[in-house]
Antibody
Framework: QVQVQQSGPGLVKSSETLSLTCTVS????????WSWIRQPAGKGLEWIGR???????KYNASLKSRVTMSVDTSTNQFSLSLSSVTAADTAVYYC?????????WGQGTMVTVSS | DIQMMQSPSSLSASVGDRVTITCRAS??????LNWYQQKPGKAPKLLIQ???RLESGVPSRFSGSGSGTDFTLTISSLQPEDFATYYC?????????FGGGTKVDVK
């Protein structure tokens, strides 16, 4: 069955760019939607955006100016970049399948933005 | 964006109790409402899609109902593994948005 494994640094400096990657195993990245969702400590979930296997993207308007998502079908990976981070971007970041209901999730990456 | 409001924000219950969590959308979302369970330190797990469709492997003690703006998640007989936080999420309109969560803990 399809699984997603997240990778990327857990500490990012303020004003720099957060970069995370998810690697898909047990299936192909093609013909799926892949989303990124974040959760500040003790708080609820926020959808950041999604990328289709063709590379088509849709972002949450609240973050759109700072977000870039991409997909690499040759490596079965998809990625998130969030630029100009601040303390407000400190959260657990998840990747997940889908763009409506999210049924397969990565393990989560705790990203702390330091000053 | 569509706002999702859950109530209560927390509840205390005992094993065997019937538990009901409600979710209200700020505008009609038809049946496009999903429910998730999240345990500490873990990713959310999808329980129910489109208001009432149970995901494969989810115990039948979980059920969902509702349409329009008002939805309910019911656990018919709470089990020890059900103590967790539950989130609703609308998928009718982009961006998908989540409720604030309902924490179910031990009475």
């Amino acid at each position: 069955q399809v699984q997603v494994q997240q990778s990327g640094p857990g500490l990012v400096k303020s004003s720099e760019t957060l970069s995370l990657t998810c690697t898909v195993s047990g299936g192909f990245i093609s013909n799926w939607y892949w989303s990124w969702i974040r959760q500040p400590a003790g708080k609820g979930l926020e959808w950041i955006g999604r990328v289709y296997s063709s590379g088509t993207t849709k972002y949450n308007a609240s973050l759109k100016s700072r977000v870039t998502m991409s997909v690499d079908t040759s490596t079965n990976q998809f990625s998130l970049s969030l630029s100009s981070v601040t303390a407000a971007d400190t959260a657990v970041y998840y990747c997940a399948t889908g763009d409506a209901a999210f049924d397969i999730w990565g393990q989560g990456t705790m990203v702390t933005v330091s000053s | 964006d569509i706002q999702m409001m859950q109530s209560p924000s927390s509840l205390s219950a005992s094993v065997g109790d019937r538990v009901t969590i409600t979710c209200r959308a700020s505008q009609s979302i038809s049946i496009y409402l999903n429910w998730y369970q999240q345990k500490p330190g873990k990713a959310p797990k999808l329980l129910i899609q489109v208001a009432s469709r149970l995901e494969s492997g989810v115990p039948s003690r979980f059920s969902g109902s509702g349409s329009g703006t008002d939805f309910t998640l019911t656990i018919s007989s709470l089990q020890p593994e059900d103590f967790a936080t539950y989130y609703c999420q609308q998928s009718n309109t982009s961006p998908p948005t989540f409720g604030g969560g309902t924490k179910v803990d031990v009475k």
